[in-house]
């Protein structure tokens, strides 16, 4: 890559990829712009320009783009239409996250020429896989720099060498070996390494950042409703709100009840196990809700293979197919599903759990006349059961005559 003129780099003013600025202009001989994105980290993000700029990025090069809104809308509620948990349990906030990130920094790199990207993701994990799979599905032919993968600053101790070398500040939080890494975003916190690395060993309380222990949680339960419209969130308690705006009053929510820890050991895309903790306060409480909708609005057929298509679709996000033609495809499928989950979740949250007491719909498929244990008025009649059972078990007879 003798030829990379300039280069677009995920940058977030941290330890890391403040060392791969300088990396890359010593290495490549190259010119470096910055993005940085907004996803609702919970952080104050201008002094990543004031770093950027202090290393010798000119302004017009720095990025920092508020990108809350559309992650939301295009990426999180999207994947929520699906009810999507990774290995049935995880909801894939980092993940979620990657494809967007890519697809700005391509959009980037050809607003200003740049014939290269890269990132600060180790050869390790599978953030490497998202970011990549995204770049070349948008941009077939754009160069990637993964510098874990070339350089030879093999520990925090030698980034840190390196740092000081050429004048970078170091943070005096990053001089002592880290206890374990976080990402975050509006729709979650990912903890990993270090403290977290024995999955025997229980996750200490300083590692949670998101949400109160559920045992500190307020004695008193409260009780919110959801407003959904074809398959989306659109109103709390009938107030309308934007996504992000609804999902970052869901958070509020979930952190003072202390909802949405789990402590789980996956599978990576890599071949590896990992353990990781996540808080996903308002992602638990929202999942929950349109779960709930759909057993009100969905056909029983449309349901039940939404839940065969679920594993599948969750495990493409999961490894950074969001660009791949099936994922497409499957998306096609559940967003069609959603045109009539409409009305409203009653919700109950207390000490860490979220509780459904009840949903209202204007499309429900429930109908109390045909269900009820009292008299139905002919809505129902019981002797149809009777063929309906006999049909269905003539199979199970004909190989039960011959077995016998």
Sequence with gaps: MTDVKRVVLAYSGGLDTSVILK?????????????TADL?????????????????????????????????????????????????????????????????????ARMVGADAVSHGATGKGNDQVRFELGYYALAPDIKVIAPWRE??????????????AHQIPVPKDKR?????????????????????????????????SRTVNPEDAPDTPEVIEIGFEAGDGVSINGQPLSPANLLASLNDYGRRHGIGRLDLV?????????????????????????????????????????????????????????????????????????AKVAGSVRLKLYKGGVHVIGRTSPNSLYSEKVVTFEDDAGAYDQRDAAGFIKLNAL??????????
């Design 23 to 35: 990396w890359l202009r010593e290495t490549y001989d190259c010119e470096v712009v910055t993005f």
């Design 151 to 164: 350089w030879d600053l093999t520990s925090r101790t030698k980034l840190i060498e390196y740092a000081e």
């Design 176 to 208: 002592g070996e880290s206890p374990f890494s976080t990402d975050a975003n509006l729709l979650h916190t990912s903890s990993e390494g270090k403290v977290l690395e024995d999955p025997g060993a229980e996750v200490p309380d300083y590692v949670y």
């Design 266 to 338: 996956e599978n990576r895309f890599v071949g590896m196990k990992s353990r990781g903790m996540y808080e996903t306060p308002g992602g638990t409480i929202y999942a929950a809700a349109h779960r709930a909708i759909e057993q009100l609005t969905l056909d029983r057929g449309a349901a039940h293979l939404k839940d065969e298509l679920m594993p599948r679709y969750a495990e493409l996000i999961y490894n950074g197919f969001w660009f791949s033609p099936e994922r497409e495809m499957l998306q096609a499928a559940i967003d069609h599903s959603q």
């Design 40 to 108: 609702g980290q919970g952080e104050e993000l201008e002094p990543a320009r004031a770093k950027a700029e202090l290393m010798g990025v000119k302004p017009e090069h720095i990025f920092i783009d508020d990108l809350r809104e559309e992650f939301v809308r295009d990426y999180v509620f999207p994947m929520m239409r699906a009810n999507a948990h990774y290995e049935g349990l995880y909801l894939l906030g980092t993940s979620i996250a990657r494809p967007l990130i890519a697809k700005r920094q391509i959009e980037i």
């Design 395 to 404: 199979r199970l007879r004909l190989l039960g005559r011959r077995d016998i």
